[in-house]
């Protein structure tokens, strides 16, 4: 451990070398960019709404694709509707290094999900401009298009969307096919999105927190270990519908009696055990559901996460048995459906969590490694290339909503991590 800081600090020494001091990033123009990119996809509610493919979102593209050419990046839209803006680098034939994230938003969300990652790329391209800093390897700032909607951009240049996904309808109100080609790209030449493995250097995505671990602890940066794994359930309740009135308590079979032990269960299992897991039972209807009928059946929903697919069994398995057990009590009956809905964890690169630490320790910078309990474009790209994620405060922990907010200066110190990072990236061996 103590070698491998070494050398990273002999990198970073190397990458920053034409430096005297480390460059600052500009606050006040990353904050004006955000706004920017706010101020065309306003909510009537008082959030942003810049959903995948809409009129907000085309909106959006055009003008991070109109401050990439006045960088002077060299702007492509590959097929599956992603931009990226090309800065060269002294060996044209090295894989390049990628770093961004995505513009496009829930509904009524926040203003800082994913385009902070934009904007921050764009810093760092200023930066090393302002310093007349060259890299060996070419560099682009990437906008994945549809991240809200499933990774769609991201799985399609990782090369595992499945082409069944063009047939489905996004928020916007139109298929996955029809938004694709609205933004410039050739849904049926969907396969030329795909990059091969090995093709680009490294993936380095900054992302605010969207949680409240760095805020509330005043910890400046987070080095994210990995992205989990997600898997859902169906849950089925079975007891027997009866009249409210005339059915004596010690004589009913109450299916919402059992679901309300249940997610007691969950709440209690998973912060029981040691480790990071989550367990949410998020969704949750009670049959008939009258106010004067005992509910003879409940059907509710259980996500289970953690960097562990291992540690997600482990968590299900007591879930089951637990449940199995309050339904025998009750005289009841609880069974597990699982969902399509399957995410695997994708582990963040041990090199470029260290550069990542390290490039905060440089600017004198805390850093905190941690997981990333969301998910990111980042987990899609895992697939062909090594991936760093750097997470930046989040007030309160609020995010997907209006009172989303990251302040200046934080955005600010993650540009700086972001430019070294991707400077030792650029100057390592490996």
């Known amino acids: 451990m103590i070698v491998r800081t070494v050398l990273l600090a ?8 034409g430096q005297a001091q480390p460059m600052p990033a500009d606050a006040d123009r990353m904050q004006q960019r955000i706004d920017a990119l706010a101020a065309g996809a306003v909510d009537p509610a008082g959030g942003i709404s810049r959903l995948a493919y809409s009129d907000a979102d085309i909106a959006g593209r055009e003008l991070v694709m109109e401050w990439m050419r006045g960088l002077g990046l060299e702007v492509r839209i590959d097929a599956a509707g992603n931009i990226f803006g090309r800065r060269a680098g002294t ?22 999900d994913g385009p902070a ?25 990437v906008v994945f298009a549809a ?18 996904a063009l047939d489905e309808t996004v928020q916007a109100g139109m298929t996955v096919a029809e938004g694709m080609a609205r933004i410039g790209g050739r849904p049926d030449a969907l396969a030329e999105a795909a990059a091969a493995p090995g093709e680009y250097r490294a993936y380095v995505e900054l992302h605010i927190e969207q949680g409240a671990i760095l805020f509330e602890d005043g910890i400046d940066i987070g080095v994210v270990q990995g992205i989990v794994g997600i898997d859902w359930w169906d849950v089925i309740v079975e007891g027997v519908a009866n009249h409210g009135g005339t059915t004596p308590m010690n004589r009913r079979y109450d299916a919402l009696v059992t679901a309300a032990k249940f997610v007691l269960a969950v709440e209690r299992i998973a912060s029981g055990m040691p480790g990071r897991q989550v367990a949410t039972v998020g969704r949750i209807r009670a049959f008939p559901g009258a106010p004067n009928v005992v509910p003879g059946r409940v059907e509710a929903s259980l996500e289970i996460r953690d960097l562990d697919s291992e540690r997600i069994l482990e968590v299900f ?39 990542i630490e390290a490039a905060a320790r440089r600017r004198g910078y805390s850093s ?12 899609a790209v895992a697939h062909l290339a090594p991936i760093g994620m750097i997470f930046v405060p989040s007030r309160n922990g609020i995010s997907h909503a209006p009172e989303e907010f990251t302040s200046s200066d934080d955005l ?16 390592a061996v490996w």
């Not at 002999?10 to 070398?17: D, S, T």
């Not at 904007?119 to 200023?126: C, D, F, K």
């Not at 800093?133 to 682009?140: I, K, M, Q, S």
């Not at 905190?368 to 987990?379: E, T, V």
């Open 10 to 17: 002999i990198m970073l020494a190397w990458a920053l070398q």
């Open 91 to 112: 060996g044209p034939d090295l894989p390049p290094i990628l770093f961004g994230s995505h513009i496009d938003s829930v509904p009524n969300g926040g203003r800082y």
């Open 117 to 141: 990652g934009v904007v921050a790329a764009l810093e760092a391209i200023e930066l090393l401009d302002a310093g007349d800093t060259a890299t060996r390897h070419p560099l682009e700032v």
């Open 147 to 164: 991240e809200e909607a499933g990774l769609l951009g991201a799985k399609a240049f990782a090369g595992i969307l499945d082409s069944s």
């Open 317 to 355: 398995g007591h879930v089951r048995t637990q449940a199995r057990k309050l339904a025998a009590a009750d005289g009841t009956t609880i069974a597990f459906r699982k969902s399509p809905i399957h995410e695997v964890p994708a582990e963040t690169d041990p090199r470029l969590q260290d550069i």
């Open 368 to 379: 905190l490694r941690m997981p990333s309990g969301a998910g990111h474009d980042a987990q």
């Open 412 to 427: 600010a110190r993650g540009a700086e991590v972001l430019l070294d990072s991707v400077l030792a990236i650029d100057a």
